[in-house]
């Protein structure tokens, strides 16, 4: 394991708060926020996270296509999908999990994540995008 996908794992494991870390030559980013928002507002807001390492609680296609956008070379989590494992490795980024399942779940069990739902069969990063922002807009119009 390399240094920068240590210092990103050590961020999570001692910090409870904390849904993922992306560490690069002593560069560390972390983010509280929840499901596919911090990767997103990275993206948006054009963090350089290009080389980082990233240690993620879970990692599901949707966060696997912002990874590869981010540029990121490792991605570690405790849980990730078999489409998100696969999209990371067609990509060139090297993967690291305890467990696989077929597919991420919602927070209530209920069903499938519907971020995961919203790039099941996509396979190109800016198309996945595009399909995340229209899959959260159209959510926040539901509340």
């Not at 794992?9 to 926020?33: D, M, P, W």
């Not at 912002?66 to 570690?76: I, M, N, P």
Request: hydrophobic content about 40%; overall charge negative; charged content about 25%.
């Amino acid at each position: 394991m390399n240094k920068d996908l240590e210092q990103a794992k050590a961020l999570l494991e001692n910090n409870e708060e904390y849904t993922c870390a992306a560490c690069r030559a002593g560069e560390s980013f972390a983010s509280e926020e929840h499901g596919v928002r911090p990767l997103m507002r990275w993206l948006n807001e054009g963090t350089d996270l290009s080389g980082a390492s990233a240690a993620d609680r879970i990692v599901g296609k949707a966060a696997a296509f912002l990874y590869v956008l981010l540029g990121v070379r490792t991605v570690y989590a405790p849980l990730m999908s078999v489409p998100a494992r696969e999209t990371l490795c067609a990509h060139g980024i090297e993967t690291i999990t305890d467990a696989v399942v077929p597919a991420i779940r919602n927070r209530t069990d209920t069903g499938f994540c519907p971020m995961e739902s919203a790039v099941w069969d996509i396979s190109d990063p800016h198309e996945a995008k595009a399909a995340l922002e229209r899959k959260i807009s159209e959510m926040m119009a539901k509340k």
